[in-house]
Structures are given as structure tokens and as C-alpha cells.
């Protein structure tokens, strides 16, 4: 069987609900891919975090995490979530982006986007500004297939 690499992207915001429905969506919309899967996730907090933690506790799945820049940069959540799994991290790709703003984290995006095949978003709202949202319709527009699941 073929390895699906897929990119989660994902609200930094994710106070307003409890650990444990990250864990039923994670288990629900992440969980089917199994051991076959090479997940990519953007090393932030929030969704980031929170996925990377589920997927190396509850999977063999692969994993890499991407950051726009060098991981040092990246919040205290993000780095820890990184800590705690370990080996379970296969590759950690620091793109060296500077400065980090904005458009570092799209390239950072679009670079997990362009090696997938499938792209799983977790958006707060509808706000067509956000980072999720810009990264789900570069997928599109790229003709990859999408799973949106609202948080």
C-alpha cells in the first residue's frame, strides 16, 4: 500500500474547547489513515500542537513538522509538543524564513500543501483571512483533495 501524505492545518485558537474534543475529531478524522499516513504539521500552537501530541501518542503514523523558520522561534507550546514526541518526529524542516511574519507562514503552508496529497483543516469561524482558510484554497487551487472539520 502507497504512503498518503497529508497536511494538517489548523486555528492557533483552541481554548474555547476542552482537550478531549480534539481527541474524538483527531480520533474520528485522523485516526482512518493509520499506519500508511505521512502527516505534516506546521509546528505552531494550537491545532499544530495539539495533533502532533495525539498522532505520536495514538498512531505509527510519520510525522514531520515544518517551521517557517528555525523551531527555537516558534512558541513555547509548539516546542514543547515537538519535545514531548520525540522520536516519534521523523524530520523537523526548518525553512530559515526571516523575518517571521505573515508571508513566511504561507510559504511555510504551501510548502507542506505542494508534498500532499490531502490537506485536513480545522478552522475557527469563516474568516477567509485567516492562515487555515488561505491554506485550504491554495490546496484547492492546486487541485488537491480537502477535509475541513469546524472547531
Known sequence: ????TVTITGARTTGHRDPAHYARLF???LAPFGPEAHFHLGG????DSLALAWLAAQTPARITVV???VLDQQPPEARHA???AGDRVAELVELGAEPLDDAAYLARNRWMVDRSE???GFPVGTSTVSGTW??????????KARL???I
Open 134 to 143: 488561505q491554506t485550504l484554497d491554495y490546496a484547492a487551487r492546486q487541485d
Open 148 to 150: 475541513i472539520v469546524p
Open 44 to 47: 505552531a500552537r494550537g491545532i
Open 1 to 4: 500500500m502507497t504512503m498518503r
Open 82 to 84: 515537538v519535545a514531548r
Open 67 to 69: 517551521v517557517p523558520g
Open 118 to 120: 490531502l490537506v485536513i
Open 27 to 29: 480520533a474520528h478524522y
